[in-house]
């Protein structure tokens, strides 16, 4: 099977940072390929395949990303937040935003100053009757123990980092990883905390270091998870993950 083609570099990089300056906008789909000269089923299939998720996904988690910036740089109402990130329903912002963050949009703050007082500790949401998968984590050797503290590791239904994981564990970099199998969610996404970690790294990381692996029936007791940074067209982690820890 030919695998399919996908962006220019350039040209992704192009369309991404088109979206980030008009997500206030309301930009489409069709805005981005029209942009790029592509028609918007060409597009779609060619984005789908250079990031990942399709251009909608892409963009909602642009808006869901700018908008937990907005509301931890100060204090606008989350109405204000949620028309100038491009929504114009409050309900379908709140609805959306709790499903990909994991808390509704007016306590992301209250999180915020609960990080800042108290950084979160090793935890797990695993079903641990299941089998398990061992996970060794690479982490380069610039961002050692002296730099990264916690590495946290989860269960995605799709490769990138939107909605909440199916299960996943926050660890101290250096301990052992598993995980149980969950086969309707296969991608494994990982993100290093740094030890000097503020609020902003832990809830908005800009250019986080971060995993991806996809579990096969070739790895079901072991799968190697390298950590590099993102890159600057990466889908935006969006889970609130301190606030997984119950």
């Known amino acids: ?15 991404v940072a088109l979206a980030r300056a008009r997500l206030g906008e309301g930009i489409s789909v069709t805005d981005l390929a029209d942009h790029a000269h592509y028609s918007p089923f060409h597009f779609t299939r060619l984005f789908t395949a250079s990031v990942g998720i399709a251009p909608g996904l892409f963009l909602g988690a642009l808006r869901l990303d700018a908008a937990k910036r907005l509301l931890l740089a100060g204090n606008d109402a989350v109405i204000d937040v949620a028309s100038a990130v491009g929504f114009d329903s409050l309900s379908s912002f709140s609805r959306r935003f709790r499903q990909c963050v994991g808390v509704p949009p007016a306590s992301l703050r209250r999180v915020a100053d609960r990080v800042a007082d108290r950084p979160p500790r090793p935890f797990a949401l695993a079903d641990r009757r299941r089998d398990t998968v061992r996970i060794h984590a690479h982490v380069p050797a ?44 296969p991608w494994l ?51 609130a993950l301190p606030s997984l820890a119950r």
């Open 142 to 185: 610039a961002a050692g123990p002296a730099a990264c503290a916690s590495v946290w590791v989860g269960w995605y239904p799709h490769p990138a980092p939107i909605g909440l994981p199916v299960a996943g564990v926050l660890a101290a970099h250096g301990d052992p990883l598993s995980l149980p199998v969950y086969p309707d969610a």
């Open 189 to 239: 996404l990982g993100f290093a905390l740094p030890a000097s970690a503020g609020v902003h790294d832990l809830l908005v990381p800009t250019r986080p270091l971060v995993g991806l692996a996809h579990l096969s029936a070739r790895t079901p007791h072991g799968l190697s998870l390298s950590f590099a940074p993102a890159p600057p067209d990466a889908v935006p982690l969006l889970s």
């Open 1 to 15: 099977m030919r695998p399919t083609a996908s962006l220019p570099p350039a040209v992704l990089h192009d369309v």
